[in-house]
């Protein structure tokens, strides 16, 4: 099974300010009141004005990122970082094998990393995008790491999450369905109330 992720996570009300009136910018809402906004060839050509580079060899410590971090687009996310730590956090896997990198900015420079891993052989907390996550200011939960507690499992690439923001799901919205259905379900298997009447399943 592949994953793919291109993005930037902030607190929401930052990333619903900064990107008021672009045209290519869709935020999709994860837990902990953070969102996360896909980073497309579009969007970035929208915020810089050039159309955006990829690194052709493997991620390096001299090139963590897949994308090019163009001088227009970091400045970009260091004007951002002015009102609340913002990240850049990249993954691609298939078969098992794969990497993750992010970066972090606060207060109008790089405050974090960049950082990449593709072994992970370390523990979990200390891969990119949780230790991104913590410089964030994500705090951990019920789930097994920052990564899982924010949501971004949820969708599998950019165009899950593109489609996910722009229909304005939140993370928790498969369980909540699963829930409501179970709910109907023990609905419908009481005794109807005399004079009235049962659904028998999800509407």
């Not at 300010?17 to 906004?37: I, K, S």
């Not at 207060?107 to 995008?129: A, L, T, Y």
């Not at 019920?142 to 165009?159: C, I, K, Q, S, Y």
């Amino acid at each position: 099974m592949s994953y793919q992720l291109s993005a930037i996570i902030a607190d929401a009300g930052l990333l619903h300010r900064e990107t008021r009136g672009l045209d290519h910018a869709v935020l999709g809402n994860l837990r902990q009141d953070f969102a996360l906004l896909p980073v497309t060839s579009q969007l970035v050509e929208e915020l810089t004005g050039t159309l955006p580079d990829y690194a052709v060899e493997e991620p390096s410590l001299e090139q963590p990122f897949t994308l090019v971090l163009s001088t227009a687009l970091t400045e970009t996310l260091a004007h951002w970082s002015r009102r609340g730590p913002v990240a850049y956090v990249e993954a691609e896997f298939a078969g098992g094998v794969g990497h993750q990198a992010a970066a972090v900015w606060l207060g109008g420079q790089r405050s974090w990393g960049p950082h990449v891993d593709s072994m992970f052989d370390g523990p979990r907390g200390q891969w990119p995008i949780n230790a991104a996550l913590v410089e964030v200011g994500v705090e951990p939960g019920p789930w097994v790491d920052l990564f899982a507690e924010l949501g971004l499992h949820v969708e599998r690439n950019t165009a899950g999450w593109l489609a996910h923001g722009r229909r304005g799901l939140g993370v928790d919205y498969w369980d909540e369905l699963v829930e409501e259905w179970e709910r109907r379900e023990a609905e419908s298997s009481q005794p109807p109330e005399p004079g009235g009447f049962q659904f028998s399943g999800p509407r």
